[in-house]
């Protein structure tokens, strides 16, 4: 839109685009340009997929499998560089009491708390709520636990052990904090003081690095069961982009991709690097859903310290909205309402409802008259509501 008001094109450019895009592309709403070759001649790198219910290490390290080790041995022989990607910070996604079993929770969040070794507590990642010094269960006073899963401190610690020639550097949001601290942590890898980087989505995008040769992705599985639309094309584009990394110099590069779900269209697509067949396969599931790019999408969440007050407000504003739109508004439809995916944050219980429409521009008009009469959609007070205009997250 600002492009149109300005008079000056606009360029969107990417190797695995939302499927909105390349649908507008497709129909000729946009213009396509493709790029068919990698710069300065460089292959695409060849993508493995192993299959990690039949193939992994035992004891304490489950999640790296003989077939990645062996080849992360063999390029760091070769005084090449190797990136391993997986989305989970953290030491542990969670501690658990070997006793009891009891896992301790965020008592603001429906999370369970990430452990992180450094320091010693255990964080929660979305109010930031951080306890120290849990030496015993509050439930059975046992001080034996248990660190099930992994995240990449708990990798970062194997790896120096696992790999003599390794030196790892760990890069996620705890050690890049800041644009300053990620330059300075990537430019001492691209000086090659480190050979193997470690990292979350943060090595996954706008990283070219001639000296890597190898990509492994530790769980390619990590957000593909999310309650989202979304989920497969987010899964698809972390892995796409992720494989760019590899190959990008002189050098040809490989990438192996460990999942649970080795038949996973979504994961076989990603392995093939094949765009096309991808989109085809969910532009005809969301035709059938009538979801984005076949309608517009508007979420509503609805937030409040009691839990019966919120499930209430939901009810009056479904009932609301559906005596608006059936009178003289556009036609929508009504997903939910149901509480979130996250029902408890930051204190607030969490509901939430999807409309569906087709004609968004007249939906909002109703809505922006409708919060001009009545602000708030004329709900309580104490219900903190916010709408999301075609929402990229639905947690």
């Known amino acids: 839109m600002r492009g149109r008001i300005n008079g000056i094109p606009v360029l969107l450019g990417s190797a695995s685009p939302s499927l909105e895009s390349y649908h507008h592309a497709r129909s000729g709403k946009y213009d396509l340009l493709t790029l068919e070759e990698r710069p300065g001649g460089a292959v695409l790198p060849g993508v493995t997929v192993v299959d990690m219910t039949s193939r992994r290490l035992h004891g304490d390290t489950p999640y790296l499998s003989f077939t990645l080790k062996k080849e992360i041995d063999r390029r760091l022989e070769a005084d090449q560089q190797v990136i391993l990607f997986l989305n989970r910070r953290g030491y542990s996604p969670q501690l658990k009491c070997a006793e009891c079993g009891h896992v301790p929770a965020c008592p603001d969040c429906e999370v369970k708390l990430t452990y992180h070794k450094s320091g010693r507590k255990l964080t ?46 760990r890069f996620d949001s705890d050690t890049a904090s800041g644009r300053k601290n990620a330059h300075l942590l990537l430019k001492e890898f691209a000086e090659r003081r480190h050979n193997l980087l470690l990292g979350t989505q943060m090595v996954t995008k706008g990283l070219d690095l001639p000296g890597v040769t190898l990509v492994g992705v530790l769980s390619a599985d990590l957000g593909i069961d999310l309650p989202d639309f979304r989920a497969a094309e987010k899964t698809f584009a ?137 602000p708030k959609f004329g709900l309580p007070s104490a219900v903190k509501v916010s709408v999301d205009v075609d929402p990229d997250d639905m947690m």
């Open 124 to 169: 929660c990642h979305y109010c930031g709520h951080v306890l120290t010094g849990y030496d015993r269960c509050v439930k059975c006073g046992g001080n034996r636990f248990l660190f099930p899963g992994a995240g990449t401190q708990k990798v970062e610690e194997h790896m120096a052990r696992l790999f003599q020639r390794g030196r790892v550097l």
């Open 238 to 374: 972390r892995l796409l982009q992720v494989a760019g990394r590899s190959g990008r110099g002189q050098r040809p590069g490989d990438v192996y991709v460990q999942t649970y779900y080795p038949e996973s269209s979504v994961i076989g697509d990603a392995a093939r690097q094949d765009y096309s067949s991808f989109f085809e396969r969910e532009i005809e599931s969301r035709r059938a859903h009538r979801f984005p790019p076949f309608s517009r999408l508007v979420r509503f969440v609805l937030a409040s310290r009691d839990k019966r007050t919120v499930e209430e407000a939901t009810g009056r504003l479904v009932d609301e909205l559906t005596h608006r739109t059936s009178e003289q508004g556009p036609a929508i439809d009504i997903l939910g309402p149901t509480a979130c995916p996250i029902g408890l944050l930051r204190g607030l219980n969490r509901r939430h409802l999807i409309v569906r429409t087709e004609r968004p521009l007249e939906f909002g008009r109703l809505l922006t008259d409708w919060e001009r009469d009545r």
